[in-house]
């Protein structure tokens, strides 16, 4: 038996995220179908952790125990060809047989893209959320954004419903950048709870137009009020950029 | 009376190029029939130009003659909530009576984006073409390049079927762009044959992975051959950026 570690890349438009799931498509329900198919065993893999519906993800994390003789070499290759166009596996690699894709994982980083336009932008509407602004106080909303590092209780920057543990949760690094009229976050943790990168990414945009005030991010780390916060930012501007191992 | 000039962005990928035709939707249709639906006349549209289907723009420009009371600021707002989103009118302006988007036009500007990867990239593959390769030689495409500026028979760069009076054409720059694995062309000239760009695109990239001499480029103006020249490029990599007036 060996254990294999993808790295998978998808636009996440037409799939509700990465989990196989009842009533909808998930990412890793095509992926362990065409897998299946190819290694001619029922496939199941393990991902780093559930992206949400419409969410991106440049390398998503997944493994899988293999018993056969296909060469590694020619996996990704072999499936990308009956994968459909919007999901592709970038690399696959033999990993230690206690190699986990969640549990070994100490911390994920993902990236927000928005940009500054009154007018939607088709060219630019499949990958980034719009700020429906001419103009934005990036240095409040950069102030505001490092008020995120360190261990806090995040429940405030959650969505109910997804009944985990504890809410508690650790932002190794949080940095806003501005290019011309697009901005980016980018954000490292140890965790993240349901929809805690839009919800932060939606509280940052509003102090960045005057809706909060730039104690917005303390206010809703210290209350655990979720109304203290911004709009939740839709799931196209999302990308999940690494799961990092040791 | 006013004669109204129109600045719109648009996603090709729905969409059979610019032009109005009979079998297949066009830009200019869709645009044609909501700015009648919003100004209660039926519109005609004049365009800088065509595109091909699937290509996609970043300001197109087109006019049209209108006679009644519609603010003109309120124009591109109110048409746009009735466009599909991969359509949107970034500016409306008045311009004099002979104004015409495509004759007062003196030259274009097109943008070719492309990424070198071996394996796709659905998050690129909207908006990009893909070089299957490595690694590819950058100077010898810049110096081929080069070779494009300035008045020629660019016969050997279209494809056959737009059935023009003459196929001479003034390249008045053309500029390879690197960074990491993207590569940008960007090129403005006087006019644009059928194809050209998306051929240009091909033959620096053939010319770039070694299938072609650098010469390529100097041989398919000399010889007017298409076949001297690399494969027509894919239509999602292809931008109208810019239509130059005085």
């Known amino acids: ?24 498509l998930g990412v890793q329900e095509v992926l362990e179908n065409k897998l299946s198919l190819v290694l001619q065993q029922k496939i199941v893999l393990v991902g780093s952790g559930r992206t949400d519906s419409g969410v991106h ?19 990704a290759y072999a499936v990308n060809t009956t994968l459909p166009w919007d999901i592709r596996i970038r690399s696959a690699e033999t990993v230690p047989d206690d190699f986990h894709a969640q549990y070994s994982a100490h911390s994920k980083t993902y990236v927000y893209k928005m940009y500054l336009s009154r007018t939607s932008r ?6 980034y959320a719009r700020i429906p602004y001419e103009k934005i106080d990036f240095a409040a909303m950069k102030q505001a954004c490092g008020d995120l590092v360190g261990t806090h209780d995040f429940k405030g920057f959650s969505s109910t419903g997804s009944g985990i543990k504890t809410t508690i949760r650790t932002v190794f690094s ?25 919800i932060i990414a939606g509280t940052l945009v509003w102090i960045g137009v005057g809706k909060l005030p730039v104690s917005a991010v303390k206010d809703v780390l210290t209350t655990g009020k979720r109304t203290l916060g911004g709009k939740t930012f839709p799931p196209q501007g999302l990308y999940l950029k690494e799961v990092n191992y040791e």
Chains 1, 2 share one sequence.
């Open 57 to 75: 993800a440049l390398a998503q994390k997944a493994h899988f125990d293999y018993e056969g003789n296909f060469p590694l070499k020619k996996l």
């Open 1 to 24: 038996m060996a254990r294999i570690l993808l790295t998978v890349e998808y636009f996440g438009k037409n799939y509700a995220g990465w989990q196989r799931q009842k009533n909808a």
């Open 174 to 198: 949080a940095e806003l950048y501005e290019n011309g009229e697009d901005i980016t976050l980018e954000i490292c943790g140890n965790g993240f709870l349901y929809n805690m990168v839009r």
């Open 122 to 127: 088709p060219l630019k509407d499949l990958h």
